[in-house]
Each structure stands twice: as C-alpha cells, then as structure tokens.
C-alpha cells in the first residue's frame, strides 16, 4: 500500500470524509480479518469485532500519530476489541477442563501437512481465555504483564492460560511439544507474510 495514498485516505477519514472511510475499510478489511479470525470463535464473530474495531478506529482516527505505521495503530485498536468482546460476553470465566489422558502423537510429520487455515481453525477451537492470551503472547509477541495490563488478568493467570493452551493444542493437533513449536512458527509467519503482502499491496 503506497503511504502517500494511504495518508491522503487517513487525512480523508479525519474530516470524516464518507468515501474515505469506505476506502480505507475495504483496502484493510483483509488486514485486519485475519487478526480478528484468530481471537473469534467463526466468521461471524470475527465479523462484528472488525466492525466494531473499524469504528473505534474511525471514531478515534484524530488520536493516530502519523510517525507511526497505520496498521500498527489499527492492530492495536482490533486486539482491544477483541478483548473487548469476550469481557462483554462474560467469556472470560468459560474454561474447558484439560482431559486426563495423555494425547497420542501419531504422526510425527504433521507439521508438513497442515497449513496456515488448519492451524487458524484449530487454534479457534481453543477456549476464549486461553485463545486470546496464546495469540497475544505467541503470535503477536507481547509479554504476560502486557497482556495482564491489556486484558484485566494477572501476569500469572496469563501464564498459566498460555501453558494450558499450548497443552490443548498439543492435544488437539495430537503432536509432541516440539513439533507444536514448529506449528506455532508456521502460524506467526503465515501472519507476518500477510502483513507485507498488505504492505505492498497498492491502492
């Protein structure tokens, strides 16, 4: 996406300009699906959060530091949202008990068969408060006291979602932890590659 363009569709959205709004949501509703996608339980979940992030966005565009990248900005606002969401929804407090038994690791070479929309639908599968905090720490890269601080919970609490998390996925996906390792570099790469193809990506 050129930045000369993006800013005059900004500069656009700032004087509240009707089609500068339209512009900017359609140029970056993949952008920011994709985040929203990873914290919704579907689709149409994923949905409302982008429409509500996306007029957060628009409602606070006057607060964006132009010395900043926009979608970093952006991204920001759908992460809260996202949160968001799940506080209003009281999901917060739905956890799913861990089974007993040991998960069966049957195919050591998963990690060569599954691709970025397998790991996305299978990490969506995970309980809200365990999803939210393994993509803000494994995927986004943000510390548990940045994540306490965002979501209300304690750094501990925030650690112990994430290793419950990762268990879940490890039996979920039926693989050993160091294959899981592998699974969650696939996925945060699968994200950056979809940040620059957005970066480039003219208008």
Not at 38 to 63: C, H, M, P, W
Not at 149 to 162: D, K, P, Q
Request: glycine share 2%; net charge positive.
């Amino acid at each position: 996406m050129v930045e000369k363009e993006l800013e005059r569709i900004i500069d656009g959205c700032i004087e509240q300009d009707r089609h500068s709004q339209e512009l900017l949501y359609k140029k970056l509703y993949g952008f920011a699906m994709k985040i929203c996608l990873r914290y919704a339980d579907n689709r149409y979940e994923a949905s409302e959060i982008l429409n509500e992030g996306f007029f957060k966005a628009f409602t606070n565009i006057t607060k964006y530091d132009k010395s900043w990248p926009f979608k970093t900005w952006l991204s920001k606002i759908i992460y809260n949202t996202s949160i968001d969401y799940y506080r209003t929804n009281l999901r917060w407090s739905q956890f799913v008990d861990l089974e007993k038994s040991e998960p069966k690791f049957h195919d050591s070479n998963v990690e060569h068969k599954l691709d970025y929309e397998d790991l996305l639908a299978t990490v969506q599968r995970l309980p809200p408060s365990y999803r939210i905090v393994f993509n803000l720490y494994a995927v986004d890269g943000y510390s548990h006291e940045e994540i306490a601080e965002m979501t209300g919970i304690s750094a501990s609490t925030s650690r112990s979602n994430l290793h419950k998390a990762r268990l879940k996925l490890q039996q979920m996906l039926a693989v050993p932890q160091s294959v899981m390792i592998l699974l969650v570099m696939r996925l945060r790469r699968g994200e950056r590659k979809r940040e620059r193809e957005n970066h480039f990506m003219k208008i």
